[in-house]
């Protein structure tokens, strides 16, 4: 029976196990043992694990979630359809779920936002359906517990060892599916660390909100924030609501009602405003198709190299531009002066950035309003500077409710309109990160498109007002900066010039920025030191098409595959929106394929390294 070792086993690992599975009989394996390590729950792994605080939620609606490939997903292997969150929720009876879960299951719609325990328990179940699809006879065992080194050349079996056991794991195929990980702090983050703790500060370095531990951070002290993302979204409930604080709607407005034991956050970033949140309707007019302008297979038959802002980016803002009017036209035709077809075919005609297709858009969109601008939309408060603390809080304020408005009124389906085609987008440069080709993308694009695509359910959003009318937040503004001067954080930006914070404590509101250089992973870093793996501007480099580990020779490795955002192929979320081709649903069929091929054509050497 062939071995397959998974170092990882969150719901990247079961979708993994559910594509071999698929793909088995096709490809003429028969049982496997498949050996799954991760110190986290099966299925959910770490990001997802129940054991985290119930008020934190799911950044999509139930509906939108799903771990089963569909129609849309274009693989070699078959297709095997299965119910997204929102479906599974009407009944979950095959899991044993906590009595809070079950309850909120019960309340549920397809457009709520779910809690995160909740979704692990979709995935827990979403796990045993994956493992049960895989051939009879198969066996499958769980040690929770970490990988720390790797040993075996292309041409012999594997040696998994772990940290808890003597003996190592035995494997004909080793697959990395090791998701989101940590980092050693930066000499920056160090330094910024040692002065907290000499001048009795507090400091807290990026990391995942769930895994801190806020204790130190003092009631009623002021507290600097760098960063308004998710994960501020995430600290701002489990400093507040976390700490015993209420919010209630009076006269259709909510408010906060403090516990007295929250601190003060003066928050800002570069942007200096909090991600969009999440849309709250449907399309008004017809469904995006497949991408048209930014076509990855299209731009790859050119040889050389592909920059990112000369050759990617435009075509990637035709395209996502092109979602955004196909709505706003199919579903708001008053607001235009053309039909969508005279329209789509002039677009279709010219360049994004020319300065005709700026007078198209003024021609048959009269609205100001109603034109995508990606620029302002990128930096939206750039170049406003206000004379007070207070003008810029009602500023940010309303800044805030407007996008609260703008995304729960399908008056702006627009939006969404383009969202969906930013998914599109999104998909096709996984393509072309993947091929190698790919230069320039400094990691603008993904925070771009966390910023826009990404964001907060809209009632968070509707909470940090009423936390900033209640005092608790305090808004600092755009291009923020921070010194550690005087025994302090201080702390300002450019948006109101000459306003300076004094803080007790710096919190670092963002994940850490995985690199391989700097990886607290022990088995990564075991293959590093051995010259096993190849950084590539800190990712981890595979070989295009099947996601194989490339050594410092640059040579693939036959028996070592490797999946997740660590590496160059870096498609990032295990889950996706049903029916939009999801890059790691393809992903995870053409490793699958590939490490099936493997096991079929016999290269098993009985040999050990």
């Known amino acids: 029976m062939s071995v397959i070792v998974l170092v990882g086993a969150g719901p990247r690992a079961s979708g993994l196990i559910e594509r071999i599975g698929a793909n088995a009989a096709s490809l003429s394996v028969g049982p496997v043992e498949v050996h799954l390590v991760d110190p986290f729950a099966v299925g959910a792994g770490r990001v997802w694990r129940h054991e985290q605080s119930p008020l934190l939620r799911m950044n999509s609606m139930a509906e939108d979630v799903t771990m089963f490939t569909d129609s849309s997903v274009v693989c070699d292997g078959p297709v095997r359809p299965g119910p997204s969150l929102a479906e599974w929720a009407a009944d979950p009876s095959t899991v044993e779920l906590d009595p809070l879960v079950r309850d909120e299951l019960a309340a549920m719609s397809p457009t709520s936002f779910p809690s995160r325990r909740v979704q692990s328990a979709y995935l827990k179940w979403f796990h045993q359906q994956a493992v049960a699809s895989l051939p009879a006879g198969s066996v499958v065992h769980v040690h929770p517990t970490k990988a720390v080194r790797l040993t075996g ?3 012999m079996r594997q040696r998994v060892w772990l940290a808890d056991r003597a003996e190592p794991l035995v494997a004909d195929v080793v697959v990395l599916a090791l998701g ?6 930066s000499p920056e983050e160090s330094a910024l660390g040692a002065y907290a703790a000499s001048n009795g500060l507090v400091y807290l370095p990026p990391a995942y909100t769930a895994d801190v531990d806020l204790s130190a951070v003092p009631a009623g002290s002021d507290i600097v924030v760098r960063g ?8 701002a409930v489990l400093l507040t609501s976390g700490r015993g604080g209420a919010f209630v709607r009076m006269d259709g407005v909510l408010h906060y009602v403090p516990s007295g034991r929250e601190p003060r956050l003066h928050v800002g970033s570069r942007r200096g405003v909090p991600y969009h949140s999440k849309t709250g309707y449907r399309l008004v007019g017809e469904a995006p198709g497949r991408p048209r302008f930014f076509v990855a297979s299209t731009l ?12 990617a980016w435009p075509l990637m803002a035709k395209e996502i531009a092109y979602g955004y009017y196909r709505e706003l036209f199919t579903g708001h035709p008053s607001r235009v002066r053309q039909s969508w077809e005279s329209f789509s075919a002039l677009f279709a005609s ?19 309003a109603d034109r995508i601008d990606f620029e302002r939309l990128d930096r939206p408060i750039s170049g406003l500077a206000f004379g007070s603390a207070e003008g810029f809080q009602a500023f940010l304020l309303s800044y805030v409710s407007g996008d609260v408005a703008r995304r729960s009124s399908s008056f702006y389906s627009a939006d969404l309109g383009a969202f969906l085609s930013l998914l599109g987008v999104y998909g096709e440069l996984a393509v072309l990160a993947a091929s190698g080709r790919l230069t320039g993308e400094d990691g603008w694009w993904h925070g771009f498109f966390s910023y826009l695509a990404s964001g907060p359910p809209p009632d968070r959003l509707e909470e940090l007002s009423a936390l900033a009318r209640a005092g608790v937040v305090r808004f600092l503004g755009a291009d923020m900066w921070v010194e550690a001067v005087d025994g302090v954080f ?3 930006s450019a948006s109101v010039p000459g306003h300076v914070v004094r803080g007790c404590g710096l919190i670092e509101a963002r994940l850490p920025v995985h690199t391989l250089s700097r990886t607290a992973d022990p088995l990564l870093r075991s293959l590093r030191a051995a010259g096993d793996v190849r950084g590539d501007s800190g990712l981890v480099r595979v070989s295009p098409g099947d996601s194989r580990v490339v050594d410092a020779a640059g040579v693939p490795h036959a028996r070592r595959f490797a999946v997740g ?37 016999g290269a098993l050497d009985s040999s050990v390294a």
Do not use: C
């Not at 989101?180 to 702090?185: K, T, Y």
């Not at 790859?300 to 050759?311: M, N, T, W, Y």
């Not at 979320?573 to 394929?593: C, L, M």
């Open 350 to 368: 010219l360049d994004w950035y020319s300065e005709e297709m700026r007078s198209l858009e003024r021609s048959a969109v009269p609205g100001m």
């Open 490 to 492: 201080l702390a300002g």
């Open 565 to 601: 955002p660590y590496t160059t192929d870096k498609a990032y979320a295990a889950f996706a929106r049903p029916r939009t081709n999801a890059p790691s649903f393809r992903q995870n069929d053409q490793v699958a394929r590939a490490v099936l091929r493997f096991l079929a054509a």
């Open 228 to 235: 308004m993302g998710l994960a501020f979204v995430d600290l």
């Open 300 to 311: 790859l038959e050119v040889p050389g190299e592909i920059d990112f802002r000369l050759h």
């Open 180 to 185: 989101h990980l940590d980092v050693e702090v």
């Open 153 to 155: 050349s292309s041409q």
